[in-house]
């Protein structure tokens, strides 16, 4: 162990131990917590980036031109990258503050999971957010909208008016839109339910989600030609705010270079 350990000097035997903790945590996240794989994968690029800046002077000892070149192309392509993800990360936190005290006449509560037991906590970060919002604009119509998941005990639709109803909301104000699998479809479901009890497809739309995925809903709205208004529904665990916001700056990379109809 004490030969290993001057083979390798000191600083490299901490960045092991750095990316053994990064590796455990990974698989903690990965394993033991729903909805932080994203958060693993974080930790798992940052065991490689760690590895690569301890391990490639080594390698440039028997090949110094590769070993050069190979740390000028990856730092390049890091600073880069920390470049994008700092901008998204910012475009995603502005938008996360929304327009909460701007009125609209309709208002659509996108769904998230349902568990056996109930709401997710995501889903009752959105159900709060969404009483709250109708309680303080009562002229408000809200369109509840989420499909029911092969996973799913229920429509997310359905839930989010059951607790909405128990809370005191009117079901009057409240439509369903029970269909939807992915935010395209909500929105554009939703659309066309308005339509369909109004006769007229809204110029401008009230989106209640989580606070971090109020950039990506704009950009969906934009995409279905409606004006969004963006209505936050803070996130109650720092942990999943955090996870989201990562996530987040890779689900709007992937709309705007991929496109498609998904969440």
């Not at 390798?8 to 794989?37: E, Q, T």
């Not at 809200?142 to 909405?164: F, I, K, N, R, W």
């Amino acid at each position: 162990m004490k030969s290993l350990f001057s083979f390798l000097g000191p600083g490299r035997v901490i960045a092991l131990g750095v990316c053994a903790v990064l590796g455990v945590l990974a698989v903690y996240l990965k394993f033991f917590i729903p909805g932080y794989s994203f958060s693993a994968l974080v930790c798992l690029c940052l065991v490689a980036v760690i590895l690569f800046y301890t391990f490639m002077p080594l390698v440039g000892l028997k090949f110094p031109g590769f070993a050069r070149w190979a740390v000028r192309i990856v730092s390049v392509v890091l600073v880069l990258g920390a470049l994008v993800v700092g901008v998204t990360e910012g475009l995603v936190i502005h938008a996360s503050y929304g327009d909460p005290d701007k009125s609209c006449q309709y208002m659509v509560v996108l769904g998230a999971k349902v568990r056996d037991d109930g709401p997710s906590v995501s889903l009752w970060d959105r159900i709060y957010g969404a009483r709250n919002y109708l309680m303080e604009h009562p002229d408000v119509i809200a369109v509840v909208s989420g499909g029911q998941g092969p996973d799913e005990p229920m429509t997310e639709a359905q839930c989010m008016y059951d607790a909405l109803v128990a809370m005191g909301i009117s079901p009057d104000r409240i439509w369903l839109e029970d269909k939807a699998s992915s935010t395209w479809e909500n929105l554009n479901f939703s659309l066309n339910l308005i339509e369909e009890k109004t006769g007229t497809r809204p110029t401008e739309i009230g989106v209640l989600s989580s606070e971090y995925h109020l950039f990506r809903a704009s950009l969906f709205a934009k995409a279905c030609d409606v004006g969004f208004i963006g209505i936050p529904a803070k996130t109650s665990r720092t942990s999943q705010l955090i996870n989201h916001c990562m996530r987040e700056v890779a689900g709007v990379w992937h709309y705007i270079l991929l496109g498609g109809q998904y969440d």
